[in-house]
């Protein structure tokens, strides 16, 4: 049996015809940048998200939507970032690339988010802004300290490039923390790999303060409010016809594909509990009041994880490192003179994480077969 860490092909053929009937009607207008059908996806999208009307402003990837985020927050050289060690590259690129600086605090091993008392420990007379990321599409549950950042003037920017639909219930269910509009400004990426993923690159920037809206939406296009007037320097990044249509298209599906994610998470979950697994093998948690949607389905293996990685892959089955070095060993980071050792639970956990297949299309047999492998695996060792 060979088991891909992502089949997107599953999930695409049931809403290929509706896909290319919208594409039909763009060739046919040959509109193709931040046309009527990027309107239209960014009104869904406050819609699904619950957020007034004109907080959505859609950008050409989730890279530049840190960017744009940092430019409206108005991040500079020498300006301090908190932010996690343990993401994607981009979560510190974007701030590195406007001359801040990315200032790591550890994270914590069981949800691999930030560790919010570390972060706040790191807080100086410097620090502008503070970068959670919600990790593999587990919201980071930073609510209670926001007051306490916006006392001391710094702005919240959420990387929820992982974790578009994924939210927190609180106050007795009355309350829903959506990832992205928790904090100030939210940042998505449609990277055709995440949960809801466009054919291309593309990505998006919410907040719910109106006159950053109106700057982010100045700042994606160079900067300019009324055409060739610039009132700043801005970037080109905008979101395309095409690239609109799909996401529209798949943002009407996205519930039941998170849903689907989340049964395969917890079949997984009751798979290891069945194979007694629980000695070399911590399935990932969902924080209380989480709504994990599993981007991806990280576990933490704790002992010989290269080993069995390389078992998985040559029996058929495909299973990943995200990430296999912390942002602070890495060596564009090193003028920021961090060393090994200073993030014990980010280093332990590149050392430990490996990432299974999942996603809408995942077979039951699949995830049976890739736990019997691994249950073989430790046996025979
Ligand atoms: C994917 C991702 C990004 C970047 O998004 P792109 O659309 O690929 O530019 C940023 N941060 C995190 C955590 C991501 O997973």
């Not at 297949?357 to 046996?379: D, N, S, T, Y």
Request: net charge negative; with cysteine; proline share 4%.
């Amino acid at each position: 049996m060979a088991v891909p860490i992502l089949d997107l092909k599953r999930s695409f053929e049931s809403i290929r015809p509706e896909i290319e009937s919208r594409l039909k009607k763009i060739f046919d207008d040959q509109s193709f940048i931040l046309g009527q059908d990027v309107k239209d996806f960014e009104t869904h999208c406050e819609k699904y998200l619950e957020v007034p009307e004109g907080s959505c402003v859609s950008c050409a990837s989730g890279t530049d939507a840190l960017l744009l985020a940092l430019m409206a927050s108005d991040i500079h050289e020498g300006d301090e970032v908190i932010t996690t060690p343990f993401t994607f590259f981009a979560t510190s690129g974007a701030i590195a690339r406007l001359g801040a600086k990315p200032v790591f605090a550890d994270v914590d091993p069981n949800t691999y988010n930030i560790d919010i008392n570390d972060a706040m420990k790191r807080i100086t007379s410097k620090t502008k802004a503070f970068l959670p990321v919600h990790l593999f599409g587990q919201v980071c549950a930073f609510e209670n300290v926001i007051d306490e950042l916006h006392d001391k003037g710094i702005t919240v920017i959420e990387d929820a490039a992982q974790a578009f639909g994924a939210c927190r219930i609180v106050d007795d269910g009355k309350k829903i923390l959506r990832a992205g509009v928790i904090g100030d400004v939210g940042c998505y990426s449609f990277f055709p790999t995440k949960n809801l993923g466009g054919c291309g690159d593309a990505g998006m920037v919410i907040t719910r303060d109106k006159v950053k809206a109106e700057r982010l939406k100045r700042l994606r296009v160079h900067g300019s409010g009324e055409t060739y007037y610039h009132d700043e320097i801005g970037i080109n990044s905008r979101l395309d016809s095409i690239q609109a249509a799909i996401l529209d298209v798949k943002l009407k599906y996205l519930e039941t594909w998170n849903e689907e994610r989340r049964r395969l998470a917890e079949y997984y979950r009751l798979l290891f509990n069945a194979h007694a697994l629980n000695d070399v093998v911590i399935v990932p948690s969902e924080l209380e009041h989480n709504r994990h949607i599993y981007h991806q389905y990280v576990i933490r293996v704790t002992s010989k994880r290269n080993e069995l990685m390389n078992y998985l892959n040559e029996n058929g089955f495909a299973v990943r490192v995200y990430y296999p070095l912390s942002l602070h060993l890495q060596p564009c980071f090193k003028y920021l003179g961090y060393h090994e050792g200073d993030f014990p639970v980010s280093e332990m956990l590149s050392r430990e994480v490996l990432a299974l297949p999942v996603f809408p299309g995942l077979r039951a047999q699949e995830q049976e077969a890739l736990v019997e492998c691994i249950a073989k695996f430790f046996r025979r060792n």
